[in-house]
């Protein structure tokens, strides 16, 4: 039987073996949803605060959020493994930013300390993240400690 190794140790961990376990069929992509209907997008307002956060479809690659007024939170639940997810901040009204809060976020605030959110201060600003099994990851997007897209 072989094991696992990586940079970060020896086999997997709980997280990423319950993530190994999902049948990707169909698979998700940028053209068909979980129901393998034609549905590239979706299009939501955000939800008023943090405990009334509008939760992200795992189910399109792709979200345009709005925000207006104290509409300004979406969550996003841990995907599945290699599973590619788009957040594009498309409507901004007033001045509340956007902010996104992941169940599990691997990536680093400016600090190097663990972040919890994303943070758009601006509409048109987009953040794309890959699920690793246990934690978003953030692969592209206009991202800093300071400016556009923010991890805090």
């Keep these: 039987m072989a094991i696992l190794t990586s940079g970060y140790g020896t086999g997997l961990t709980p997280k990423q073996k319950k993530a190994l376990g999902f049948v990707l069929n169909p698979s998700i992509s940028d053209s068909r949803d979980g129901k393998s209907t034609l549905n590239d997008v979706e299009t939501i307002i955000a939800g008023d605060g943090a405990d009334n ?21 979406v969550s996003l639940a841990d995907g599945i493994l290699g599973q590619v997810k ?29 972040g919890t959110t994303i943070t758009s201060n601006l509409q048109k600003r987009s953040v794309t993240l890959m699920y690793d099994g246990g934690n978003w990851q953030v692969i592209a ?10 991890i805090a």
Excluded: C, K, W, Y
């Design 141 to 150: 997007g206009e991202i800093t400690g300071t400016a556009e897209m923010v």
């Design 53 to 73: 956060a509008v939760p992200l479809s795992l189910d399109v690659t792709t979200s345009f959020v709005s925000t207006a007024g104290s509409r300004t939170h």
């Design 86 to 114: 788009r957040i594009v901040h498309s409507n901004r009204v007033g001045t509340n930013d956007l902010v996104i809060t992941p169940t599990n976020l691997a990536t680093l605030q400016a600090d190097g300390s663990a």
